[in-house]
DNA sequence: CTTGAAATTGATAACCCGTCTCAAAAAGAA
DNA sequence: TTCTTTTTGAGACGGGTTATCAATTTCAAG
């Protein structure tokens, strides 16, 4: 069934090191999350009402905040929704926005992508992944 | 009183073009929002309970999402809560962000926003804000 | 293969932040 | 001042997420 093998390996270690159990609904979730870039909770709710119509809305959430602190997942605030990003599809996209009419850039750079780690390593982190926006005028819009 | 000419005359601009009105409340808030770098509707509400008892919390959002609009403030979600950053303050903070716990650690990179110039130059952008993230895990979601 | 302690689930209530409603008050042009 | 339009304040409301708790499931030990 699971062609994730290495990502359910992950989860069943964070489990083991946590005294949680594997069950039915942890792997199911991780099964459908794992073939998404990203999803909301009721997203998933909703694609896996079929599979498991008993499959509660609240163990959804639990367990994507499981695979959030397991490295698996990512949590993202929008507005009011919380996307859950799957973590192994990272594109390091950043991005350059006129804030006069709206087009965006897209652009990477490796050295700001070291100094971010340097700046995480400096504060204990492990990045997963980020997001840099920047905001200003395009050469047209500047006059 | 007001030591922020700049910014309210960008408040009164913007209110003048979409026939709104300048009132005792927005200049109030106006006033707190700048001194601070960055604040919460809450954090604010409290703040001027002192100074306007009477100020109410709906008053606060529907302001502080006119600045927004009026380009002197920034809205960002952070977990369950908005934060209104402050544009026109320069020692602008980016934040490392746990995905496991929630927990947020601010911090500044000269070298970075340096960077970020270049990046801007090259694609011939004026940078007026930004807004850099990073996520991962922080030493104690990591174990 | 049981047994039993510990973790998990599902249903829903509770919670929280932010927005909406609407009558009363204030702004501002005439 | 007068009159129209906008804003305000208080609380109700709404959507997303978490907490509660009895019933169920996991899984290690026997």
Redesign the pocket.
């Known amino acids: 069934m699971s062609k994730h093998v290495k990502e359910m390996g992950v989860l069943k270690d964070h ?1 083991g090191k946590h ?8 792997e199911l979730i991780l099964d459908a999350f794992l073939k998404q870039e990203h999803i ?3 997203e998933m709710y909703h694609q896996l009402a079929r599979k ?1 119509p ?6 959804i ?3 994507l ?1 499981l695979f959030c602190e397991a490295g698996l997942a990512q949590a993202r ?1 929008f507005g ?3 996307q859950y990003d799957n973590i192994s599809h990272k594109g390091h996209h950043d991005h350059l926005i006129c804030t006069g009419c709206g087009k965006i850039v897209e652009f990477e750079n490796c050295d700001i992508e070291r100094l971010q780690e340097e700046v995480a390593t400096r504060n204990g982190f492990t990045i997963q992944t980020h997001r840099l926006e920047l905001y200003g005028l395009c050469s047209r819009c500047r006059h």
């Open positions: 489990l005294q949680l159990k594997f069950t039915r609904q942890r909301t909770a009721e498991d008993h499959l509660g809305l609240a163990t959430y639990r367990t905040n605030h009011t929704q919380t």
